[in-house]
């Protein structure tokens, strides 16, 4: 399974992971050459380059390795910036150069192929810097070059870094068939002051795309205002670290065997948002148990130490739920994520899902409102959608869909909650 790995806290001054910031664009990903020595004009550019945009509150990306990657990532840890490793520790493919040592990032994560490396490096970043490389470097500039035609007017900017790139964008022109949408989301930089004020203008240029929601697989390839992007963002950079201090804890106890009291085995138990699985094995010792979760990394952890139940990473707003089949729905701390519209549609099969009689509990956030919630967790600021709850509403949303209310009530921990327990009709 994938290891992300946090270092301590930097020191007071230090960038927090600016992915929680207000803007579109926060991530830089770097590409370009493992074979660049650090007396090297090139590298000592993309060192400046790093070190200036993180200056400027951007995360800095890159492979985890030698060469380019490194220079970005110690030009941005020079002034205490936010770095990120994804790479590859290749078992075949002996002449890559997988993980530098020397390479020391905030986080990192390791992958099981060239392929998913690169996708992951393509998915986290929201600009991208080409800088000069080889055959692998060519690979990731192909890969983004199209996917901003393909997602054009809310396309991650692809930065090309040099003077050198002026033939080489020549040539495509005079020999291939190049037209003038994908010559238009190419940018070129020959200073690092050049690289920031791209994304600057860019970021206002996609000012639109906030309002864009975008679910599924292809959200990672385009740049949008997705409430639920905000969300899984926030959770994957937390899940490790959440596991860690929990391992062998339940939260909700409590109301974990007030749910098994209500629902009488043998039955068939749905966990929403099942995170690391804690809540999901407890549930197992007595109902057959599919836990949904749509963070990848809870997901892969949740899987990793629960081999034998079935859980599925999905989104619950998109996912296919079975109808008529569960005695029991457990919704801890997950449906206040969603947002209105997104509501509308999964009451509506939580209810289709729950057999007659079905028990179905939910514990959120009490309040008024959407929100996006700035909170620091586990040495990071993270950034989440909130949609808050009165006690009215719950109580209406559910009843228009056909469950009656047992009772909810108001619990305050470090926020106000909700606690609601409901049945089928």
Request: aromatic share 10%; with cysteine.
């Amino acid at each position: 399974m994938p290891i992300n790995i946090i270092l301590p806290l930097k020191p007071e001054g230090s960038k927090d992971d600016q992915s929680t910031t207000g803007k579109l664009i926060n991530n830089i990903t770097f590409f370009g050459d493992s074979a660049i020595v650090s007396d090297n004009p090139i590298y000592q550019s993309v060192w400046n380059a790093a070190k200036l945009l993180a200056e400027n509150g951007f995360t800095i990306v890159d492979g985890g390795g030698p060469g380019i990657m490194k220079a970005a990532t110690d030009g941005a840890e020079s002034v205490g910036g936010h770095t990120v490793a994804i790479y590859w520790q290749p078992k075949l493919a002996s002449i890559f150069e997988g993980k530098n040592l020397a390479n020391v990032t905030d986080e990192s994560e390791t992958c099981s192929n060239y392929m998913m490396r690169t996708l992951g490096l393509i998915e986290k970043g929201d600009a991208y810097v080409v800088c000069k490389g080889g055959t692998g470097t060519i690979s990731e500039f192909g890969m983004v070059w199209a996917l901003a035609k393909l997602y054009y007017g809310c396309h991650k900017p692809v930065i090309l870094f040099g003077e050198f790139w002026d033939d080489i964008i020549t040539a495509f022109q005079k020999d291939m068939l190049i037209d003038e949408m994908e010559l238009g989301v190419l940018y070129q930089a020959n200073a690092p002051e050049d690289i920031l004020r791209i994304i600057e203008e860019h970021e206002q240029k996609i000012q639109h795309c906030k309002d864009k929601q975008v679910e599924g697989d292809e959200a990672a390839f385009l740049i949008s205002g997705n409430h639920r992007g905000a969300v899984i963002k926030a959770y994957n950079s937390i899940a490790q670290s959440y596991h860690d201090e929990h391992a062998g804890k339940l939260i909700a106890q409590d109301q974990l065997d007030e749910f098994m009291k209500l629902v009488n085995p043998p039955a068939h138990v749905l966990d929403i948002g099942c995170g690391a699985g804690f809540d999901t094995r407890y549930l197992a010792q007595k109902y057959t148990v599919k836990g949904v979760e749509i963070s990848k990394k809870f997901y892969e952890i949740a899987k990793y130490e629960n081999p034998d139940l079935d859980i599925v990473l999905a989104d619950i707003v998109t996912h296919e739920l079975e109808t008529n089949t569960y005695k029991g729905i457990w919704a801890r701390n997950s449906l206040h994520h969603l947002n209105d519209e997104a509501l509308k549609i999964v009451f509506p099969k939580i209810a289709a899902a729950l057999v007659e009689g079905g028990i179905f509990y939910i514990i959120v956030r009490e309040g008024e409102g959407e929100i996006y919630e700035e909170d620091s967790h586990y040495y990071k600021t993270v950034r989440n959608f909130f949609h808050l709850f009165t006690k009215e509403e719950l109580i209406e949303r559910t009843a228009q869909v056909g469950l009656e209310m047992i009772r909810v009530d108001n619990i305050t921990r470090s926020h106000n909650w909700l606690n609601g327990v409901f049945r089928k009709k």
